[in-house]
């Protein structure tokens, strides 16, 4: 089946850095990628759609200058969390759609703000 | 507004089946889907259901739609101690496919 490759699988930063996570559809080209967050004990909470070669589409609440999503090519979308905080803290998804109707996700990106 | 529900945990022996439920509100879904979030790890695509379809099997996984009352079902057989896990249920929504995720029930397989 369609891999989804995401990296980092955990970080561990320092207030006020920032931190790039890439997603890459390995075997499929990926027209949309989604970035969802997950807090401890709580569903996926969608942040923003991701189509190549346009600007990402952010959810209500999502901050776009802070969370940057770039999505220069069909195979590879990245998320960086610009000047993070502890409340930044936490279990970071992406997920490629293929041409079909079918979701892959990535392993997940554990991300600790000290 | 778009909504999934789902209980949160559910217990059962090993060797009985789990039947793990669902229900959503967007009639106009197209695709339902059923992932699997082992601890520490990112989300499997157990199956889905496409929304004029009752029923899907596969292997010892079952899933039941009943689009009237929209609801739906994941049946797993002979439930192991390797199912343990949170299932989350998803509709898909909207053009591009956003998914609306319930909040995951967690499955607990008692030996």
């Known amino acids: 089946g369609a891999v989804v490759s995401q990296h980092p699988s955990w970080v561990i930063c320092k207030s006020g850095t920032s931190v790039k996570i890439e997603c890459r559809s390995l075997?499929?080209?990926?027209?949309?990628m989604f970035w969802y967050r997950q807090f401890p004990k709580q569903s996926l909470m969608l942040m923003a759609t991701?189509?190549?070669?346009?600007?990402?589409?952010?959810e209500q609440g999502v901050e776009k200058d802070k969370f940057l999503i770039n999505h220069a090519s069909l195979t590879l979308s990245t998320l960086t969390v610009t000047s993070a905080h502890p409340e930044d803290s936490s279990f970071y998804i992406c997920?490629?759609?293929?041409?079909?109707?079918?979701?892959?996700f990535g392993s997940g990106t554990q991300l600790s703000v000290l | 507004g778009e909504d999934v529900e789902q209980s949160l945990f559910l217990s059962v022996r090993e060797g009985d089946s789990s039947v793990i439920n669902c229900t959503y509100t967007?009639?106009?879904?197209?695709?339902l889907y059923w992932y699997k979030q082992e601890p520490g790890a990112g989300l499997q695509l157990l199956t889905y259901?496409?929304?004029n379809m009752d029923m899907k099997q596969d292997q010892r996984l079952t899933v039941l739609l009943n689009k009237k009352d929209k609801h739906l079902s994941l049946r797993i057989a002979d439930t192991q101690t390797g199912d343990s896990a949170i299932y989350f249920c998803?509709?898909?929504?909207?053009?591009?496919?956003?998914?609306?995720w319930g909040l995951g029930t967690s499955l607990a397989v008692n030996p």
């Open positions: 075997d499929f080209q990926a027209t949309t």
């Open positions: 259901i496409f929304s």
């Open positions: 967007d009639s106009s879904s197209t695709y």
């Open positions: 991701s189509n190549e070669g346009s600007k990402a589409t952010y």
């Open positions: 997920s490629a759609k293929d041409s079909g109707e079918k979701l892959f």
């Open positions: 998803a509709e898909g929504a909207g053009n591009n496919r956003k998914l609306i």
